[in-house]
């Protein structure tokens, strides 16, 4: 019976990964075809019916690219870092509050937490091993922000935590069957939002991808495959994001229709903030982040805290 339930939960997890590369794949096109109407152009529209195999022929093509490398670069940190990057941004989908087949354990958010911090390593050795200097300067940008958002992000987080009394994301669904968290947590909700985009490197907090002036950040060095997993992991946590986003604050998980149009509504947003926001300057970028974010949310926390004993 042990051995069965292994492989249901093996099969489950292939599946799950499996679904979230395909919407990976249609994020990216998604992506392209929004900014190319945001912009007054098409977007791919040439491969397949509306350009729905451009995603795929993207993939062909950069896998089947030829992998370069630095002659001075430190190689195997260099080669395996895309790769730790991208088997981590998996693993955090294995904490999905799935009814069936899946691992359901009581500590998902913790567990989320600690593969986001675990993210940013794989972001500093990707930018040191290139040993480029542009390379360099986009890892330490990156590090550096995405360290500042995780204080803000964990403490806000945590408001909705206390307010459950737990860990489990199952959790989630069962307290906001009458009234979602956004409604009781309006400000949170933006803090949240704004954080989530400055974990995930994304417009306007891409410092570490500053084209103007670090030509591409820490992935300038990487070609084909090694470029392509970089996308994957950043493409997969902005999903990931989203549905954590919609777990906390917008109903927690239904097997059902809503929840994955809500799930797209979110990921759209961060398309349509990249389509019409400028980029922060770096040094409002941390402004924000220690002066606005961390005080909002300690405050909040507080009050939540206060909330809870009050209704206890």
Same mark, same amino acid.
């Given at each position: 019976?042990?051995?069965?339930?292994?492989?249901?939960?093996?099969?489950?997890?292939?599946?799950?990964?499996?679904?979230?590369?395909?919407?990976?794949?249609?994020?990216?096109?998604?992506?392209?075809?929004?900014l190319?109407?945001?912009q007054?152009?098409?977007?791919?529209?040439?491969?397949?019916?509306?350009?729905?195999?451009?995603?795929?022929?993207?993939?062909?093509?950069?896998?089947?690219?030829?992998?370069?490398?630095?002659?001075?670069?430190?190689?195997?940190?260099?080669?395996?870092?895309?790769? @730790? &990057?991208?088997? =981590?941004? #998996?693993?955090?989908?294995? %904490?999905?509050?799935?009814? !069936?087949?899946?691992?359901? /354990?009581? *500590?998902?958010?913790?567990f989320?937490l600690?593969?986001?911090?675990?993210?940013?390593?794989?972001v500093?050795?990707?930018?040191?091993?290139?040993?480029?200097?542009?390379?360099?300067?986009?890892?330490?940008?990156a590090?550096?922000?995405?360290?500042?958002?995780? @204080? &803000?992000?964990? =403490?806000? #987080?945590m408001?909705?935590? %206390?307010?459950?009394?737990? !860990?489990?994301?199952m959790? /989630?669904? *069962?307290?906001?069957?009458?009234?979602?968290?956004?409604?009781?947590?309006?400000?949170?909700?933006?803090?949240?939002?704004?954080?989530?985009l400055?974990?995930?490197n994304?417009?306007?907090?891409?410092?570490?991808?500053?084209?103007s002036?670090?030509?591409?950040?820490?992935?300038?060095?990487?070609?084909?495959?090694?470029?392509?997993?970089?996308?994957?992991?950043?493409?997969?946590?902005?999903?990931?994001?989203?549905?954590?986003?919609?777990?906390?604050?917008?109903?927690?998980?239904?097997?059902?229709?809503?929840?994955y149009?809500?799930?797209?509504?979110?990921s759209?947003?961060?398309?349509?903030?990249?389509?019409?926001l400028?980029?922060?300057?770096?040094?409002?970028?941390?402004?924000?982040?220690?002066?606005?974010?961390?005080?909002?949310s300690?405050?909040?926390?507080l009050?939540?805290?206060?909330?809870?004993?009050?209704?206890?």
């Amino acid at each position: 019976m042990v051995l069965k339930d292994m492989i249901m939960i093996f099969v489950g997890a292939i599946i799950l990964i499996l679904g979230v590369l395909i919407g990976v794949a249609f994020l990216t096109l998604l992506e392209r075809k929004l900014l190319g109407y945001i912009q007054i152009r098409k977007g791919p529209n040439k491969v397949g019916i509306m350009g729905v195999l451009q995603p795929f022929s993207d993939a062909i093509k950069l896998f089947t690219k030829e992998q370069t490398y630095p002659v001075y670069s430190n190689y195997m940190s260099y080669y395996f870092s895309p790769i @730790v &990057s991208f088997i =981590l941004s #998996l693993l955090i989908w294995m %904490v999905i509050p799935y009814y !069936f087949n899946m691992i359901n /354990f009581s *500590l998902g958010t913790l567990f989320f937490l600690c593969c986001t911090s675990l993210g940013v390593y794989t972001v500093m050795i990707a930018g040191w091993s290139s040993n480029s200097n542009y390379s360099l300067l986009g890892g330490l940008r990156a590090v550096a922000q995405t360290i500042s958002y995780e @204080v &803000s992000l964990a =403490l806000i #987080l945590m408001s909705s935590l %206390v307010m459950i009394m737990g !860990f489990d994301l199952m959790m /989630f669904i *069962l307290y906001q069957d009458y009234i979602w968290f956004i409604f009781l947590m309006f400000p949170l909700g933006l803090c949240l939002m704004s954080s989530m985009l400055a974990e995930t490197n994304r417009t306007p907090f891409d410092f570490a991808e500053g084209e103007s002036e670090l030509v591409s950040g820490f992935n300038v060095e990487y070609s084909s495959g090694g470029f392509a997993l970089i996308f994957l992991a950043e493409y997969s946590s902005i999903l990931f994001m989203s549905m954590m986003f919609v777990l906390t604050f917008l109903g927690g998980f239904s097997m059902s229709l809503f929840f994955y149009l809500k799930l797209s509504l979110i990921s759209f947003l961060f398309i349509w903030v990249r389509g019409t926001l400028p980029r922060y300057r770096y040094d409002k970028l941390m402004y924000l982040a220690w002066k606005s974010y961390l005080p909002i949310s300690l405050n909040f926390l507080l009050f939540f805290m206060g909330v809870k004993i009050f209704l206890m």
